[in-house]
Structures are given as structure tokens and as C-alpha cells.
């Protein structure tokens, strides 16, 4: 976004491994680095390959809708840094503490990348540099939505999360994945939290790093937020921004607290859609359906009767 940019700053190797060294001097250093990362940590030295092409693009981004051709997105440097850094005798561990753009480490979206590479750097932070939990930001499920925030496919964090729990698995890590998602963002609707939830639930989270959207100077969400239309294609675009409808939002997160559950069915009933009732409701809904048929059939034995008194007065006239 604007506000942001889009070319990427990177100290040399040597600056770093000097400061590095700096810290490690220091009276209360007892081993441990808590972040050696920067804003998306693994975008560490991208830049263009040949520059010439970089300055006279207009492109809002080097990597949405697709990462540019042009753009070096080798790890190969980020992977080398780290590994310098953890051997600095003084250091125990170094730890990544800033977000990652798991997205670049899947090779079927970072399709230019050598995939050698990609594995490499994704196995060193999972291995050496995550400290329980590694926290990335999908943001959202639905694409409609992530193709405004400029970000890729669901399907991405799929296979991210797949290679995450490989790697889990194979080094015996028991490291848990913390994925970040956003409610309230232009052209959300509630079914579209409704079926985040039901995804995320799926997948074996009960998410807790969430967030409403919070328009932000410069970004093309607040422009929509305010004007309420696209600033590119002029396409008119609801958020949503009464309090109710950003609370209801919010509430799918949460489709695992007891206080959810009523609303999540009344809501999802009156939208018809069953199958998601089915997903976040699970056993609860389906005891619901055994209520729901014994209520008709009780329905049914009362209404019996009452057509029998009918009949019997139409005999007496
Ligand atoms: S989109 Fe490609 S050409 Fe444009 S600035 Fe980014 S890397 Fe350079």
C-alpha cells in the first residue's frame, strides 16, 4: 500500500552480524535474540532484477495479483543471515518475532523461485527460529476479499499449513501455527465469516488473533470505506460500520463459546444455510434436528384430534 511502499530496504549482512555482535556485548545479554526479523520478515533483499524495468512501473504491487517476473524472491540470503547470526558464539537462539509472508514459501504461488530454496529457509524458521507458535496472517478465507487486501488465494495457506506440519512432525517440534484473520473488511459479508469460520474449524483451529478492519491512511480498503466505491474499477462496495453489523462479524470467530451458539444457528436458519450450521454446530445441531422432528411429530399428534372433534360435530348437525 501507499503508506508502505513498495521496495524493501535490506541492511547488508555485515551490518546486521555487526550489531549482532554489539548486542551480545551487553552487560543483561543472556543468549537469546527475541527477533531478528524485520517488517514481513522474509522479504529480506527482493528486489527487482533488473532495476531499469522497476523504475518505470506503475504496478501498485511487486507480488498481488501475481509475484512480477522481475522480482528476485530468492530466500537463499535470509537463510544464510540466519545461520550466521546462530553462530555467533554467544548465541543460543535467534528467534523470528516479526510476521512472515508464508505465501512467498509455497512454490505453486512463488512459482519463479527454486523450491530447493524455499524449503530450505522454510525448514530453518520452523526448526531454529520459532519460539512455539508462528504466527502468519492470512487474513481471510474468502478470495473476494483477499484480492482487495492484495493477497492470495485460501488455498495458499492450505499448502503452507501442510508443509508446516511436516516439518512439526518429522522434528518432533509440537509447534503450534497461529493463523491472524480480519472481520469487518469491504465486501464481507457475514456469510463470508460464517464460512471462515467453518474453514478455519476445519482445519483444526479455534481461532483467538483476530481483528476488525481499522481503515488505515493511504490503502485502497479506507478509500473504499469511505467513498464506498472501488477507486479503480468505480464498482460500488459496501463495509460493513454500524455496530451491529460489526459485532455480528466478529461473533463467527468465536462459533466455539457457549454464548455463540444460539445465534450462530438462528443466523445461519434464517439464511438457510444448513450445511455451515451443520459444520460449526456440529453434534449440538444435530441433536437440534432430532428436536426439531419430535416437535413435529408431537405437532402432528395434536393436530389429529382436533380434526376428529371437527368431524364429530359435523355428524351431530
Ligand atoms: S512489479 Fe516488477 S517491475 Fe514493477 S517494481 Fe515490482 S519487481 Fe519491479
Known sequence: SAHQGKFISS?????????????????????????????????????GKIQSICDRCVAPSCISPVICSNLDTSHQPLTELYQAVDKHPKVKKSFIGSGIRYDLLVPEFNKKADPKELEAYTEEVITKHVSGRLKVAPEHT????????????????????????????????????????????????LEDMANLA?????????????????????????????????????KKIHTPKSKK????????????????????????????????MDKLLGSERRSENRIDSNERKKSRRKVKPAKKRKRGKRRKK
Request: with cysteine; net charge positive; hydrophobic share 30%.
Open 11 to 47: 541492511r547488508s549482512k555485515e551490518s546486521i552480524l555487526r550489531e549482532v555482535d554489539a548486542v551480545t556485548k551487553m552487560p543483561d545479554f543472556k543468549g537469546y535474540l527475541s527477533d531478528i526479523g524485520g517488517p514481513s520478515a522474509n522479504m529480506y533483499k527482493m528486489k
Open 245 to 276: 453489523e460489526k459485532e455480528e462479524q466478529h461473533r463467527f470467530f468465536f462459533w466455539y463459546k457457549k454464548e455463540n451458539r444460539n445465534w450462530i444457528r438462528e443466523t445461519l436458519r434464517k439464511v438457510e444455510r444448513f450445511d455451515l
Open 198 to 234: 467453518a474453514e478455519t474449524k476445519d482445519m483444526g483451529f479455534q481461532l483467538e488473533q483476530v481483528q476488525g478492519f481499522t481503515p488505515t491512511p493511504m490503502t485502497v480498503a479506507t478509500v473504499i470505506y469511505y467513498s464506498g466505491y472501488h477507486p479503480y474499477t468505480l
Open 142 to 189: 474468502s478470495d473476494t476479499v483477499l484480492k482487495l487486501m492484495r493477497k492470495p488465494s485460501f488455498t495458499y495457506f492450505h499448502k503452507f499449513k501442510k508443509m508446516f506440519d511436516k516439518i512439526n512432525k518429522k522434528r518432533h517440534l509440537n509447534l503450534q501455527l497461529i493463523p491472524y484473520f480480519i472481520s469487518n473488511y469491504p465486501d464481507c459479508e
